[in-house]
């Protein structure tokens, strides 16, 4: 969702303590059949050749063949997606040769570094090298595993992660579209990849560059000059009907491309205790937050 630059008054918005547990979203009935779906469709990913058809398939078929693009370093479309997901069903489901799966689809990715090293892939979280990054650690095991692809990534990511810092400053880059902070290719999502694993752990290299991250969207959100840092004008929307139905450029609130992004990543350094010159306790007074609640749109049940 995207609102016309302007402000709006605030709705209260409803907070849960800290005790707050969350109802489940289904039965006992409907989650004994949704896990049992889940195993079967993911069952297919075991199957040789099933992935390589399906995406066949999916070329075949779609009037949007860029949609089906697989990349293998890719969160979004690649073997790191799958990598992720099989080693998440490892951990609901142990013992049952996930872990080994999770392991195949990793290695295919890695075997792409070579040709990395002289492209210009992205940091983005979902089709570059911050997705690679994220799933290497998610399945590293507390870093007991994967220590030689750990390293090699992080070398690639570091340096394009620190353009992407300096391609935040739009007083030298004159550039705010939203591929500089958002989740899918900007900072806020890179910035998972480096979210310590324990509170307060001290990451060395990985900690400085989450800094660099988390001050350069701190500076956005706090909008000291009264331009707002995430606006968006029109010729920097790359979709055509969007610009359109905003003429005058947007101020987004949704998560994939908007300022919840940025605001959900910062969040979560304050739930994992980063310490931040401009983070503060025990919650920001920022107030693009209580503008963007005011965007809420409540709905009956899970959307």
């Known amino acids: 969702m995207s609102a016309a630059r302007g402000s709006r008054t605030a709705a209260p918005y409803p907070r849960g303590g800290a005790d707050t547990v969350p109802a489940p979203l289904l039965n006992a009935s409907c989650a004994e059949r949704a896990t049992a779906t889940g195993l079967r469709v ?145 900072a806020a999502g890179v910035g998972a990849a480096f979210l310590p694993e324990e509170p307060r752990k001290d990451d060395g290299d990985r900690r400085q560059v989450l800094s660099s991250l988390l001050r350069a969207l701190i500076r956005m959100v706090e909008d000291p000059d009264g331009l707002s840092l995430w606006y968006t004008p029109a010729r920097l929307i790359g979709d055509e009907n969007m610009v359109r139905a905003y003429p005058y450029g947007v101020l987004n609130c949704g998560l994939a491309h908007g300022l919840p992004g940025p605001l959900a990543l910062l969040a979560l350094a304050l739930e994992n205790e980063v310490r931040e010159p401009g983070l503060p306790r025990p919650s920001p007074p920022w107030p693009v937050c209580s503008w963007t609640c005011g965007w809420t749109r409540r709905a009956a049940g899970p959307r």
């Open 42 to 186: 993911m069952e297919n990913v075991r199957v040789s050749g099933r992935v390589a058809a399906a995406l066949t398939n999916a070329e075949a078929q779609t009037a949007f063949p860029l949609a089906t693009e697989w990349t293998p370093w890719g969160l979004a479309a690649g073997d790191v997606g799958l990598a992720l997901v099989c080693g998440y069903f490892d951990e609901c489901f142990p013992e049952r040769g996930w872990d080994v799966e999770a392991h195949h689809h990793l290695t295919a990715a890695a075997a792409t570094l070579p040709s990395l090293w002289r492209g210009s892939v992205s940091p983005s979280l979902f089709e570059g090298l911050g997705g690679l990054a994220f799933v290497t650690r998610r399945l590293s095991r507390g870093g007991s595993r994967y220590q030689s692809l750990t390293r090699a990534v992080e070398a690639l990511l570091f340096p394009r992660v620190a353009a992407l810092v300096r391609s935040m400053d739009v007083r030298t880059s004159g550039r705010r579209d939203v591929g500089r902070f958002d989740v899918i290719s900007g």
